[in-house]
């Protein structure tokens, strides 16, 4: 009688198991609800028969019928985080750039809060005329920090600070020689070298992605002391030449930039920001002469307008 008291007490206390199916998130796991307090009560477990003397073979319980696992859930697509340079902008300049395959057309875009570089088009160097000014400006603002030079050190008929302002902000070529010159040719393609920049200053060649490498290398103060940074900076606000790249640049994104113009060559170089998102984006072109300067003019319109309306 005991070894059947002992089987029918064994097989009350076996519990039926339960398996509860999760649903998983993209992020974390979600608890299965808890029933509220005034819910329906759980059933009362079933009570065992009293054993007698003659106890009767125990009835057998039916297994559990097993639970099928939940259908798993495709996690849905993390949203683009703000100011990403997405494929869908990449395929907007691409297919601009194509549509004007009349001209040589190259693009460079960094963003400044990770490095990343984007280009586009012709990837090779252009005579970069004008926008190599701010090279220049920038190794010269080098010598005046290591105590070689001065912004007060006479230059020409003006003091050497104000053939720098002259030559970003006005675009001086005269300023620009004078510049050029005390800094020495082989001083500041060493300097260029230095920064990671090829760059020859008698053909005076960038390619887009180098030129926008200076000017992000300048604006996250990789170049130059802040002081030295915001003045360089200020230049290239209210230039002689806004029709370019700050011509389709709406209200609340600051510009920052040096236009380029040469013969067949139309650039133009800056710096775009709202003060929370920030880019390097340059534009270099050649076409046939300036008789075409218009038709690109609208060109770096169209590029300018996918890139702020992309990323701000």
Do not use: C
């Not at 500041?188 to 490498?213: C, F, K, R, V």
């Not at 003045?231 to 029709?243: G, I, R």
Request: hydrophobic share 40%; glycine share 6%.
């Amino acid at each position: 009688m005991l070894t059947a008291f002992a089987a029918i007490l064994a097989l009350t206390l076996t519990a039926t198991v339960y398996s509860a199916a999760h649903a998983r998130s993209a992020s974390d796991f979600v608890s299965a609800p808890t029933a509220p307090a005034d819910g329906p009560a759980a059933a009362e477990p079933t009570t065992a028969a009293t054993p007698t003397a003659a106890a009767a073979a125990p009835t057998p319980v039916a297994p559990a019928t097993p639970v099928a696992p939940a259908t798993p859930v495709a996690a849905a697509p993390a949203p683009t985080a703000a100011g990403t340079v997405t494929p869908a902008l990449d395929a907007q300049i691409n297919a601009i750039i194509d549509a004007n395959n009349g001209y040589q057309i190259g693009v460079a875009l960094i963003d400044l809060s990770d490095g990343s570089t984007h280009q586009y088009g012709v990837q090779e160097p252009f005579e970069a005329a004008s926008t190599a000014k701010v090279l220049s400006a920038v190794a010269y603002y080098h010598l005046v920090e290591t105590g070689a030079a001065s912004l007060d050190d006479p230059l020409g008929d003006y003091t050497s600070g104000f053939q720098i302002k002259e030559m970003i902000q006005d675009s001086d070529n005269d300023s620009w020689s004078l510049i050029m010159d005390t800094i020495g040719h082989p001083e500041l393609q060493a300097y260029a070298t230095s920064i990671g920049i090829s760059y020859d200053p008698e053909n005076n060649t960038l390619t887009p992605g180098e030129m926008a490498s200076i000017m992000a290398g300048l604006y996250n103060g990789k170049l130059l002391d802040q002081q030295d940074t915001a003045q360089l900076l200020s230049y290239m606000q209210n230039t002689n030449y806004e029709s370019l790249i700050p011509a389709a640049v709406p209200a609340g994104i600051t510009v920052f930039h040096k236009y380029g113009l040469l013969d067949d060559e139309l650039h133009d170089a800056s710096i775009l920001t709202n003060g929370t998102n920030s880019y390097a984006f340059v534009v270099y072109t050649k076409g046939q002469d300036e008789s075409d300067i218009p038709a690109r003019t609208d060109i770096f319109h169209q590029l300018t307008q996918a890139v702020v309306g992309g990323l701000f």
